[in-house]
């Protein structure tokens, strides 16, 4: 099984920027997947955006344009860029890699997008 841990989180005002980092306990090479999920009080956990072995990406429609996701094969990190944030961006991110044999999620960061 594979360890996913999330940094990055914090607080911003509405239209500022962050950069989540998700770092993987080993070679991301071969991952099926990995994608960044959020989930906000009172809501289910939700997709955010994806990225394919390939490098085909894909993002929720409340995010697009706004938010870019990568991945760094030497470095064993996909990150989410996040930019024009708002008030409804506000929840905890996790992290999530699909690997043969399974799923793995990270423990969250927390953004919160408030003046």
């Known amino acids: 099984q594979v360890q996913v841990v999330e940094s990055g989180g914090g607080l911003v005002q509405p239209g500022g920027s962050l950069t989540l980092s998700c770092a993987a306990s080993r070679s991301i090479f071969s991952f099926n997947s990995m994608g960044w999920y959020r989930q906000a009080p009172g809501k289910q956990r939700e997709l955010v955006a994806g990225?394919?072995?390939?490098?085909?990406?894909n993002y929720a429609d409340s995010v697009k344009g706004r938010f870019t996701i990568s991945r760094d094969n030497a470095k064993n990190t996909v990150t989410l860029q996040m930019n024009s944030l708002k008030p409804e961006d506000t929840a905890v991110y996790y992290c999530?890699?699909?690997?043969?044999?399974?799923?793995?999620w990270g423990q969250g960061t927390q953004v919160t997008v408030s003046s």
């Open positions: 999530n890699a699909n690997v043969v044999g399974g799923t793995s």
């Open positions: 990225i394919s072995l390939g490098g085909r990406t």
